[in-house]
């Protein structure tokens, strides 16, 4: 008798224990969960398929594109921007500030993805901000398109700023050529959208 109450305390109580050690861990999930940041949910899924899916993306202002990411920095993220059908089989490079998306549209799978701890080790682009990657857009000469809140312009990024830039504005598929030049520009990160190589 005294056997069977010994083992059935002692079965109580290994139940008891393991209800507070699931409870303890799921409490520590919800803790991790709401410390993630939007990025860090992107960082995850872009991570995983890194294999060439691209993502649907909302920008605010009411734009939804089709991007395929390739690299994640501080405050952006950059890809092959996915055409449109009529220019099938095309894409282009672009960078889009993380404060210009509005939301993400995710299948359930990606969603489940998204939820995933972060990767310990972070590559330098991680740290780079998105004044430097237009610092580099502007030392490359590269002709681009900035879609703003009101209208997408076309020119040359002249200078770059703590928190604008300068654009020089001509046609797309001309050079930057001081006589192209129909006007200069000056704004500030907080309206851009999407910047597109073209």
Known sequence: RWDNLFDDLEGQLEHELALEEAD??????????????MRDRLAAVSG???GGLPLTIAL???????VTVSTLGRDWVAGELVQEAALAGRTRQCVIPTAAIAYLALERSAL???QQAPATQRALSERLGLNFVLRDLSRRRCQVEIW??????????????RDHFDLAVHEAGSA??????TSVRLIPFSDIRLVQMT
């Open 112 to 114: 489940t993805l998204s």
């Open 60 to 66: 605010c202002g009411g734009d939804r594109i089709r």
């Open 24 to 37: 303890l861990r799921a409490e520590e999930e919800r803790m991790r969960i709401g410390r993630q940041t």
């Open 148 to 161: 703003q809140s009101t209208e997408r312009v076309h020119g040359t990024i002249d200078r770059v700023g």
């Open 176 to 181: 930057r050529r001081e006589h192209m030049v």
């Open 48 to 50: 995983t398929i890194g």
